[in-house]
């Protein structure tokens, strides 16, 4: 037969308890660097922020690269021989009206000149294939694997593009280039990477 257990004196206690606390404190001091670490940082959640772009800043026929979410996105202010160069294509690229779910296209951008306004394509400058950077524009006749036509190449593999981003028939390429979310602020501000209603 087992003796009875001492009773813990009050003083033993206390002494308990004030460990116990002092332990659980310790315990969520040390723990809350590392859950603050599971938190983005600034410059994560600024990688991944909307970017706006001054449109004013582009001549006819140039265009500029801005980063959103770590991905080179054109923006390319078309002439009107460049539209009418899109129009004479529409025939021998793989998805002219954008259909494609790959990489969905929104739906304001499902027509010819892939965009809101047509003077200006806004496109991920990543090719489909296997993600490669394409280069260009190329004007018509100056590089030969785009022929008579102006556009985009991607060297590593050959797929080439319009100046809608539009891939051409038999081509690696699955898909058209990619339409990222956009929206216009004003007649000269578009905003990449958000396309909600204001």
């Known amino acids: 037969m087992s003796s009875p257990a001492a009773p813990i004196d009050d003083d033993r206690r206390a002494a308990l308890i004030a460990t116990g ?7 969520v001091a040390a723990a809350t660097p590392f859950v603050a670490s599971f938190a983005p940082s600034e410059r994560a959640r600024a990688a991944g922020a909307p970017v706006e772009f001054d449109l004013s800043t582009l001549a006819p026929g140039e265009m500029k690269t ?17 539209l ?3 129009k004479k294509v529409s025939d021998q690229v793989a998805d002219p009206a954008s259909q494609r779910t790959a990489y969905p296209t929104p739906p304001y951008a499902r027509n010819e000149y892939r965009s809101i306004k047509p003077e200006y394509l806004i496109v991920v400058g990543i090719c489909t294939h296997l993600g490669c950077s394409p280069v260009g524009p190329f004007a018509a006749g100056t590089n030969p694997q ?4 102006p556009g985009f190449l ?13 891939v051409f028939k038999n081509k690696p390429a699955p898909d058209n280039l990619e339409v990222p979310p956009h929206k216009y602020l004003s007649d000269t501000v578009v905003l990449i990477g958000d396309d909600s209603q204001a």
């Open 66 to 82: 801005v980063e959103w979410r770590g991905k080179p996105v054109w923006i390319l202010r078309r002439t009107p021989d460049m």
């Open 21 to 27: 606390v002092a332990g659980a404190v310790g315990a």
């Open 146 to 149: 785009l022929g008579a036509d």
């Open 154 to 166: 991607c060297p590593c593999h050959g797929s080439t593009f319009d100046l809608a981003g539009r």
């Open 84 to 86: 009418e160069a899109i």
